[in-house]
T-cell receptor, first 110, second 111 residues
Framework: RKEVEQDPGPFNVPEGATVAFNCTYS??????FFWYRQDCRKEPKLLMS???SGNEDGRFTAQLNRASQYISLLIRDSKLSDSATYLC???????????FGSGTQLTVLP | SQTIHQWPATLVQPVGSPLSLECTVE??????LYWYRQAAGRGLQLLFY??????ISSEVPQNLSASRPQDRQFILSSKKLLLSDSGFYLC??????????FGPGTRLTVL
């Protein structure tokens, strides 16, 4: 099992749609999880941190299921500006190294 | 507030030439520092990390090296570039928590 596995995508959705991305991880000892957003040819930017069962920030909701080792990101009322690649990220070492999933590409269509 | 700088933004180098990429962080002390590479259409690969001045850990064997001469300075180097070294090089920092924050990156093309 890969350390972090994400939906391969791409996801093409109309404006206003709700879209969900899934991610599974292999390290059951992980305590924190992150979703990053990466725009084309730009650096990844932290979108959400998840330390307990979930987190909500406006239109974005992240949920964590520790028993199934599963994280999800839900985007409601999609905007054109949400088009990006979404990276699922899990800590993986004593020096706070991070393991990044391969990313899920989202395109929101007008 | 903390900021992270990388330069140059883009670089085109011939095979066999040397490389030096620099990363500096402002507004924080004793950060952990990281170098990543992202090949075209691929995920992020951790290359090196550093928990303090002069302390470098390598994650993958390669012809690259890293140094940390000052607390907030991290340098990625190569004596002789290969075609396979092309990619998007990202520097990141973290402190007490696990979140990492990335610089704007250097896009390297080796011809």
């Amino acid at each position: 099992r890969k350390e972090v596995e994400q939906d391969p995508g791409p996801f093409n959705v109309p404006e206003g749609a709700t879209v969900a991305f899934n991610c599974t991880y292999s390290n059951s000892a992980s305590q924190s999880f992150f979703w990053y957003r990466q725009d084309c040819r730009k650096e990844p930017k932290l979108l959400m941190s998840v330390y307990s069962s979930g987190n909500e920030d406006g239109r974005f909701t992240a949920q964590l299921n520790r028993a199934s080792q599963y994280i999800s990101l839900l985007i409601r009322d999609s905007k054109l500006s949400d088009s990006a690649t979404y990276l699922c990220v899990v800590p993986s070492g004593s020096a706070r190294q991070l393991t990044f999933g391969s990313g899920t590409q989202l395109t929101v269509l007008p | 507030s903390q900021t992270i700088h990388q330069w140059p933004a883009t670089l085109v180098q011939p095979v066999g030439s040397p490389l030096s990429l620099e990363c500096t962080v402002e507004g924080t002390s004793n950060p952990n520092l990281y170098w990543y590479r992202q090949a075209a259409g691929r995920g992020l690969q951790l290359l090196f990390y550093s928990v303090g001045i002069g302390q470098i850990s390598s994650e993958v064997p390669q012809n690259l090296s890293a140094s940390r001469p000052q607390d907030r300075q991290f340098i990625l180097s190569s004596k002789k570039l290969l075609l396979s070294d092309s990619g998007f090089y990202l520097c990141a920092w973290s402190t007490f928590y696990d979140e990492q924050f990335f610089g704007p990156g250097t896009r390297l093309t080796v011809l």
